[in-house]
């Protein structure tokens, strides 16, 4: 080991032991993480826990190499696989740490800080489409759910039966106001696809699409299937397909709803309510909670090791620095815009 690799090692620990002791004078309470990290990954079966963060790596890789696809052909010979698969870890391990997702919007900076023609819409075009297949997927889980339960329509749809005219109304206005509001914003609808199809090149190529796009994504799908029914094992709940449909539309609402970092509470919450009947609470919570830590501290060790093999530790802390105070400014601004709308809108009603 040569003396460049030493001191870049010896600078890992000293940074991992500088964030640390920040965190424990912050009052984040890391110590205690680590230590729920450390109880639960003992309470796991070693083979169970191997085969979940192969696995894991596996979806990671897989989408990593749509985006590259969707990349590739939006902005030619100015990408390459291992800044896009470092980058897409990143976002993973920042999403499982920080709230609303933030972590793709650091994702976006950091490519289009690298890439010279990239451009923000252009990656929100491409995020449209790298999340074509997600789509479908959830609106299958969400339809089967639908569908297993006994008497569903009934339920869902007494108010039709009951109120014919009513619906009827509901349809009819809710068709005129979304024709209303369309025809005011078409125009920006227009602007703003002008600037994002960039990101959607790779759909007029519909052999490298679903060869290259969705086949990695259905295979990051699967393996998220494989990853929930790991852990069910783990714990000794029975693995069926309806039980993993459950658990993953619960994910799935819980992801949309929660603001908290990685949905903590929210999912724990959902997951007990679907597998209710299946398992006790408090062996749905242990399962939830070890998959949740597990996940969220393999996503964030794979990141650390690609953005240093990738963009060196100096690189790659200045990218991910500047990348994030990006995204935490335009999430700001963002916010800002809202707030200023809604408080001119409320005057103007006044």
């Known amino acids: 080991m040569n003396r460049g690799t ?34 639960t990954i003992t309470t796991i079966p070693a083979g169970h826990l191997v085969a979940s963060i192969l696995i894991m790596t596996l979806q990671t890789t897989a989408t990593a190499y749509a ?4 990349l590739r052909f939006a902005y030619p010979h100015e990408v390459r696989f291992r800044i896009v698969y470092a980058s897409y870890a990143a976002c993973v391990a920042l999403n499982n740490i920080l709230p609303a997702n933030l972590g793709t919007i650091v994702m976006f900076i950091m490519l289009t800080t690298i890439m010279v023609s990239a451009t923000f819409a252009g990656m929100l075009g491409g995020f449209g489409v790298q999340k074509i297949f997600f ?15 006994s008497g569903t329509f009934d339920i869902k749809f007494e108010f039709v039966h009951e109120n014919p005219w009513a619906t009827l109304a509901l349809i009819g206005g809710g068709g005129v106001l979304l024709f209303l509001m369309a025809r005011r914003f078409w125009p920006r609808v ?10 959607g090149q790779v759909l007029t190529h519909p052999g490298a699409y679903f060869g290259r796009v969705f086949l990695p994504s259905f295979l990051a799908w699967c393996s998220g299937i494989c990853v929930v029914g790991i852990f069910l094992a783990a714990y000794s709940i029975p693995v069926t397909f309806d039980t993993i449909m459950k658990v ?20 724990q919450a959902f997951n007990v309510a679907s597998l209710s009947g299946v398992t006790d609470s408090a062996t749905a919570t242990a399962y939830s909670v070890a998959q949740q830590l597990v996940g969220t501290a393999w996503s964030i060790l794979y990141a ?16 991910m620095t500047s990348s994030y105070e990006e995204a935490k400014r335009r999430a700001a601004a963002e916010k800002a815009a809202r707030d200023a709308k809604k408080a001119a809108e409320a005057g103007a009603a006044a």
């Open 190 to 199: 227009l602007k703003w696809w002008e600037q994002a199809k960039e990101g």
């Open 135 to 149: 789509c479908l997927s959830g609106a299958f889980v969400y339809l089967y759910l639908f569908l297993s339960v």
């Open 304 to 319: 650390l090791v690609l953005m240093i093999w990738v963009f060196g530790w100096g690189g790659g802390k200045a990218l």
């Open 67 to 70: 985006w590259y696809t969707i």
């Open 6 to 39: 030493v001191k870049r090692i010896l600078l890992i620990v000293l940074a991992v032991i500088v964030m640390g002791a920040f965190a424990n004078l912050v009052g984040w309470g890391i110590r205690s993480w680590f230590k729920d990290l450390w109880d």
């Open 248 to 267: 993953m539309g619960g994910n799935s609402v819980a992801n949309t709803l929660s603001v908290t970092p990685g949905g903590v509470g929210v999912t």
